[in-house]
RNA sequence: CGGGGUGUAGCGCAGAUGGCAGCGCACCGCGUUUGGGACGCGGGGGUCGGCGGUUCAAGUCCGCCCACCCCGACCA
């Protein structure tokens, strides 16, 4: 651990990159692009999985695993899909020292072998609907690549699941999208929008992609979730075929949705600050750390007796507690390392403490003595939940109105390519792509998506004044 | 793949005109410290990105290669 971090309303980028690797979440592997997630960043991804597993379970799903490996010829059988993701496969030529017959591609996604998968399986529309989530990693071989956003490999979700229906398909892809959004804000404390992707920016093979949108601390976007209506593409592609009640045969509906360590991300540059990471206290691997103060052997025993006490009565309570009892650096040292890897609160125990029965407690969300108060030993389980509940309400609260405050409602088309270059833009427009790529090529800004809370009546396109009957977001994007 | 840059200890760097490979941080040991990033003393650690060339002598000069980073076209 160690040194000051550079600015975050400096230098974002740098910020970033040095908050990821001293906070120790993540490192860089030996390969380009790739990336170790240590110890503490898959702790906070774990927690993570938790929240998200807890609401696939409680929607009916269950959890399977599929190869890793995937048949190239699979991946030619939908077209969108081949060509979104040819170029940026990795394929496996040779296995046991032999050239393969056919290359096996190492999976960018699941659709194709889950689609052959669910050929076998369903005869019946009895058989239906499938819900099925996997747990994995996947490959996808990016340029240009940064911890966490985008690796060569990552680590996600994906559900599939395949319907009698068009409308129970729909249903489930806006179920899953408002799974990702509740956990998104009252989990991670991270603002989204939910709404639909363009054309252009929707996902490879899908009918309708949509989409958690959020703001992070630099005002660019970032697409936390994706949740796609894949129509009947994949059924077609691979046959999946059920007998109605009718005894006709039809093609299912599908749908794929996915979340990944991206979201470590999101949480990080929505949250973070100078001084280093800020985590939600629901998903902090550390929710409360105890740093005992003392100035020689007689004050030690006292004080880490009162340690001990608080802790044991803080894990009682469930709460997730660190003890830092490490001699060989200075309070000071711990009260910063502890800062950078955003453990929501903190409680310093010193002699003067044991002497008035007293903890001194300091919040993460508000640097310096600003957020330090003195409270009772007595009662200290119920003090700190109590806080950690109003330290993951401030966080939403914060970046709730940040964002916000960075989204503007453009008069004309010169304004909005001045919003765009610090803010997202709000604005009518016509759903043409040539629009859109417009804005692209003058600004570096995409479509977000048109939010699922559509606004109501019409305006006139923010590029080319033809009319339109929905409202989309404008932001360059991660 | 285009443009720019960098490779010397784990990290950050220094090393004019070729001549014993160094500094700061980190790390290890001992002691003093400890309510916002402690200090002293001692110590360990290197195929100088790789290969070839010039030279009595190359981290330094020349050539080729490799890797990584930053900026542009694609992306959860």
């Given at each position: 651990?160690?040194?000051?971090?550079?600015?975050?309303?400096?230098?974002?980028?740098?910020?970033?990159?040095?908050?990821?690797?001293?906070?120790?979440?993540?490192?860089?592997?030996?390969?380009?692009?790739?990336?170790?997630?240590?110890?503490?960043?898959?702790?906070?991804?774990?927690?993570?999985?938790?929240?998200?597993?807890?609401?696939?379970?409680?929607?009916?799903?269950?959890?399977?695993?599929?190869?890793?490996?995937?048949?190239?010829?699979?991946?030619?059988?939908?077209?969108?899909?081949?060509?979104?993701?040819?170029?940026?496969?990795?394929?496996?030529?040779?296995?046991?020292?032999?050239?393969?017959?056919?290359?096996?591609?190492?999976?960018?996604?699941?659709?194709?072998?889950?689609?052959?998968?669910?050929?076998?399986?369903?005869?019946?529309?009895?058989?239906?609907?499938?819900?099925?989530?996997?747990?994995?990693?996947?490959?996808?071989?990016?340029?240009?690549?940064?911890?966490?956003?985008?690796?060569?490999?990552?680590?996600?979700?994906?559900?599939?699941?395949?319907?009698?229906?068009?409308?129970?398909?729909?249903?489930?892809?806006?179920?899953?999208?408002?799974?990702?959004?509740?956990?998104?804000?009252?989990?991670?404390?991270?603002?989204?929008?939910?709404?639909?992707?363009?054309?252009?920016?929707?996902?490879?093979?899908?009918?309708?992609?949509?989409?958690?949108?959020?703001?992070?601390?630099?005002?660019?976007?970032?697409?936390?979730?994706?949740?796609?209506?894949?129509?009947?593409?994949?059924?077609?592609?691979?046959?999946?075929?059920?007998?109605?009640?009718?005894?006709?045969?039809?093609?299912?509906?599908?749908?794929?949705?996915?979340?990944?360590?991206?979201?470590?991300?999101?949480i990080i540059m929505v949250h973070g600050d100078d001084q280093g990471l800020v985590l939600p206290p629901r998903l902090a691997p550390i929710q409360v750390v105890i740093v005992p103060i003392y100035r020689n052997e007689s004050q030690k025993s006292e004080v880490m007796e009162a340690v001990r006490r608080v802790g044991g009565e803080l894990t009682e309570a469930g709460i997730r507690v660190k003890v830092d009892d490490r001699d060989e650096v200075t309070p000071g040292f711990k009260f910063n390392d502890w800062e950078m890897r955003g453990v929501p609160l903190r409680i310093e125990i010193g002699p003067k403490d044991v002497e008035k029965g007293s903890v001194a407690l300091a919040r993460r969300d508000i640097p310096g003595r600003e957020g330090k108060s003195f409270v009772p030993q007595a009662g200290i389980a119920q003090t700190v939940a109590e806080m950690l509940t109003t330290i993951q309400d401030a966080l939403l609260a914060r970046a709730t109105a940040f964002r916000d405050a960075n989204i503007h409602d453009p008069k004309d088309y010169a304004e909005l390519q001045e919003v765009v270059k610090d803010g997202w833009a709000f604005s009518w427009w016509c759903g043409d792509a040539e629009c859109e790529a417009k804005v692209k090529a003058d600004t570096k800004a995409t479509t977000r998506c048109i939010p699922l809370e559509g606004v109501e009546g019409e305006g006139k396109c923010i590029v080319c004044g033809k009319k339109a009957t929905q409202k989309v977001y404008f932001a360059r994007a991660y």
């Open positions: 651990m160690a040194e000051k971090l550079p600015s975050r309303s400096e230098n974002f980028a740098d910020w970033y990159n040095q908050l990821v690797l001293k906070a120790e979440l993540a490192d860089y592997a030996p390969v380009r692009g790739c990336m170790v997630v240590r110890p503490y960043g898959w702790a906070l991804w774990e927690n993570i999985q938790a929240a998200l597993d807890r609401r696939f379970k409680e929607t009916g799903h269950v959890n399977a695993a599929f190869p890793l490996f995937i048949p190239m010829h699979f991946l030619e059988k939908e077209k969108e899909h081949v060509e979104g993701f040819s170029p940026e496969l990795a394929v496996v030529t040779h296995g046991g020292g032999e050239k393969l017959e056919e290359p096996l591609v190492v999976r960018p996604t699941s659709e194709t072998i889950i689609g052959y998968m669910y050929a076998k399986w369903i005869k019946s529309y009895r058989d239906l609907p499938v819900l099925i989530n996997q747990w994995g990693n996947v490959v996808r071989w990016e340029l240009r690549t940064k911890l966490f956003l985008r690796t060569l490999e990552f680590y996600w979700q994906e559900g599939h699941t395949a319907h009698a229906t068009e409308e129970e398909a729909r249903e489930e892809t806006l179920r899953m999208l408002g799974v990702y959004a509740d956990f998104a804000i009252n989990e991670a404390a991270v603002p989204v929008i939910q709404g639909v992707k363009s054309e252009s920016e929707k996902f490879a093979g899908a009918v309708q992609s949509t989409t958690i949108e959020a703001m992070m601390g630099d005002k660019r976007a970032l697409q936390a979730g994706t949740s796609h209506f894949l129509g009947q593409n994949f059924a077609k592609a691979f046959d999946i075929q059920y007998l109605d009640r009718n005894n006709t045969l039809q093609y299912v509906w599908t749908t794929s949705w996915g979340l990944s360590t991206r979201f470590i991300g999101a």
